[in-house]
């Protein structure tokens, strides 16, 4: 598995952990939308996108199966973010 495109949209709400958010996609032929990329207490980290599922949780919709493609998902996004400061 490769991923072979991401796209950062930075979100400009002062005061927000929600930093923005990434596309994804794998393969050139599989799309994962609404990434989120959150401020942490100590670093920025990727949230997989999540619904609703009653007042107090959410469940993923997508999400990696182990820590190796979590890190990989995580530092494809967050070299994204941080290249787009860049290009400010």
Known sequence: ?????????KTDKEGSRLKGYATVTIDDCFVV?????????NRLFCAMPSRKVNEEKFEDI???????TRDMFEEKILEAYNKADDEK
């Open 1 to 9: 598995m490769e991923i072979t495109n991401v796209h950062v949209y």
């Open 33 to 41: 939308n609404n990434i989120r990329i959150i401020e942490g207490e």
């Open 62 to 68: 997508v999400h990696p199966t182990n820590k190796e």
